[in-house]
């Protein structure tokens, strides 16, 4: 077990990128990421440090390095040769692997906050993806040569995802509740899920919104698993290439809020829940459909290792969802039309009640005056 917050405390203590003191955060990690080999592991945490990890043979932490601003997704290359590092501001820095003390090299920006940043299998594009419901793929080599947009969603891209064994395609999924394939090369859309016809009963209380936080793929099956964020259930699809669709095979109801899933190589789906005692799940397909595990060894010692180092996780346990704030405000100007129309009209009904009042007064006062 490594303490992050003892990392690069003698060089960096109190200190930003810029030397000037940096402002006191909690040690909580933002984003993490394994490379494809499992060689090496990086993270990034809210004290906008990025950490690299040797993993094999045995865990060594190569560096310490400070970012620019808090980061919110990182991916390492295939190449096992760069990180490269999404942040708040819309940026993208990378930070090499082979010199690990080596500062990191702006490559790309957006004008709005980044959620997430995906590599092509062989390196070649890099797709980002922003709040402001644009997805955008750029060579890797040449950052600022914009190959493609992919337009379509309608709130902020919360994940993508490059399908590994179809290279040329793309998932993404958003606060507005869909889950879309594309072209990514060309920026075509070939198919879209809408999510909350799935869960009717979630979808349509409280017209509540939901976003999609984690996407795992197997390869064998060409499975999705979906993790809806501030809803207990896991939904499944399935990859057809033939017809290039996106089918719903299953959908898995959790007790507890869902952290994170992921598939192993021979197709078992791994679902981790904020709940000490089943923190940890396994299902497995079983005459197409997905059946809980349960005397798996692997699973039974993975969760007795949760359950004796819940500590780290009691800081996660009910927070808030961390897209809330992203959602576009939504103001009810016909609303708001209609009342002030009504108040115009009171305002001009009275004003001709008062008319008529002086005018009636007036027409008394000469009638009067006649008369006399």
């Known amino acids: ?75 390492i290359t295939a190449a096992e040769d760069k990180i490269l590092v999404a942040d708040k501001s819309g940026d993208v820095y990378s930070y090499s692997i082979t010199e690990p003390q080596k500062a990191g090299k702006i490559e790309l920006g957006h004008l ?27 060579l890797t080599r040449a950052p600022y040569n914009i190959i493609s947009f992919c337009l379509g969603h309608r709130e902020f ?7 590994p064994n179809y290279p040329d395609l793309m998932l993404s999924a958003s606060g507005d509740c869909t889950l879309r394939l594309w072209e990514y ?70 007790k507890y809020k869902g952290w994170d899933v992921a598939f192993e190589e021979t197709g078992g789906l791994w679902i ?37 180092n819940w500590t780290m996780f009691k800081g996660s346990v009910g927070t808030e969802s961390c897209y809330s704030s992203l959602y576009k405000a939504s103001f009810d100007n016909m609303a708001v039309y209609l009342q002030k129309k009504e108040e115009r009209l009171q305002q001009q009904q009275k004003k001709r009640k008062e008319l008529q009042h002086e005018s009636n007064r007036q027409t008394k006062k000469i009638r009067t005056r006649d008369s006399s």
């Open 1 to 75: 077990m490594y303490d992050c917050i003892t990392a690069g405390k003698k060089s960096q203590e109190d200190r930003g990128q810029d030397g000037q003191p940096a402002v006191k955060a909690s040690d909580d990690i933002l984003a993490f990421a394994f490379s494809s080999s499992g060689g090496y592991f990086a993270l990034t945490d809210d004290n906008k440090r990025l950490v690299l990890f040797r993993t094999k043979p045995c865990w060594e932490c190569l560096s310490v390095r400070p970012v620019v601003r808090r980061c919110t997704s990182l991916i």
């Open 112 to 138: 709005s906050l980044l959620l997430d940043v995906a590599l092509s299998p062989d390196d070649q594009y890099i797709l980002t993806a922003d709040r402001d419901e644009k997805i955008r793929v750029s």
């Open 157 to 163: 891209v919360s994940r993508i995802f490059v399908i």
């Open 185 to 254: 090369k060309s920026g075509k859309e070939v198919h879209c899920c809408h999510l909350n016809s799935l869960n009717k009963t979630e979808a349509t209380k409280n017209d509540k919104k939901y976003a999609v936080s984690r996407i795992a793929y197997c390869c064998q099956g060409n499975y999705i698993a979906i993790l809806c964020d501030c809803i207990p259930t896991v939904y499944i699809f399935q990859f057809d290439a033939a017809t290039q669709q996106l089918n719903y095979r299953h959908q898995i109801s959790l």
């Open 272 to 308: 981790l829940q904020e709940d000490k005692e089943a923190s940890l799940l396994l299902y497995r397909p079983v005459d197409g459909h997905w059946q809980p595990v349960a005397d798996d060894k692997g699973l039974m010692k993975m969760s007795k290792y949760l359950q004796d």
